[in-house]
């Protein structure tokens, strides 16, 4: 099974800052790197696929990169409605294994 | 408008089962692979189970293999994920969700709103 490690587990940020978190997979998984940001009560919602195209309706500020084993997730300038749980999952080969999340929650 | 709705969660004893629904429209079901996620109380999002477009193909987590089973109907437009021997750390949210393609790229697009399984006694 391919091991997803994120980093940092939790983060505290403010309206406006630009926010990084990373994800680091056990074995070269390509680009089949996904994004999710889970709200309490909601279902997850795919920001970010194949590493970096960000999915349809997903705002600009929301970026991706990497490739191999070394991804990041980029969120320009937070909104409010940005303070989730954020997961990376790979889709290379099944288990599609999840990161063990990352809290963003306001400063 | 692509929908994902889930039922069949209840309150179930150790060692028991429960068979999961998944009802799907909105999207040509046979064309894309499925899944099961869950997410227990103060845990992260964990995955459990895919099938195929027909079903040929299934996989599972390592935490549930041998005791859940996942299925799908394409001519219900239909996902099932049948559970057994259950224990109490299968507690969780239980949630569908299609797959953006017919192979692993892509991630998962729609989810639906999930079925509550607590395992108690």
């Known amino acids: 099974d391919i091991q997803m490690t994120q980093s940092p587990s939790s983060l505290s940020a403010s309206v406006g800052d630009r926010v990084t978190i990373a994800c680091r997979a056990g074995?070269?998984?390509?680009?089949?790197l996904n994004w999710y940001q889970h709200k309490p009560g909601k279902a997850p919602k795919l920001l970010i696929y194949?590493?970096?195209t960000v999915q349809s309706g997903v705002p600009s500020r929301f970026s991706g990169s990497g490739s191999g084993t070394d991804f990041t997730l980029t969120i320009s300038r937070l909104q409010p409605e940005d303070f989730a749980t954020y997961y990376c999952?790979?889709?290379?080969?099944?288990?599609?294994?999840f990161g063990q999340g990352t809290k963003l929650d306001i400063k | 408008e692509v929908q994902l709705v889930e039922s069949g969660g209840v309150v179930v004893q150790p060692g028991g089962s429960l068979r999961l629904s998944c009802a799907a429209s909105?999207?040509?079901?046979?064309?894309?692979?499925l899944h099961w996620v869950r997410h227990a109380p103060g845990k992260g999002l964990e995955w459990v189970s895919l099938?195929?477009?027909?079903?040929?193909?299934?996989y599972y987590s390592d935490f549930v293999k041998g005791r859940f089973t996942i299925s799908r109907d394409n001519s219900q437009n239909s996902l099932y994920l049948h559970m057994t021997s259950l224990r109490t750390e299968d507690t969780a949210l239980y949630y569908c969700?299609?797959?953006?393609?017919?192979?692993?790229?892509?991630?998962?697009?729609?989810w639906g709103q999930g079925t509550q399984v607590t395992v108690s006694s």
């Open positions: 099938i195929s477009w027909n079903g040929d193909i299934t």
């Open positions: 194949g590493a970096s």
């Open positions: 909105g999207f040509i079901f046979d064309d894309y692979m």
């Open positions: 999952q790979q889709s290379y080969s099944p288990p599609h294994t």
């Open positions: 074995q070269s998984i390509s680009r089949y």
């Open positions: 969700a299609k797959g953006l393609s017919s192979s692993g790229w892509g991630g998962y697009d729609y």
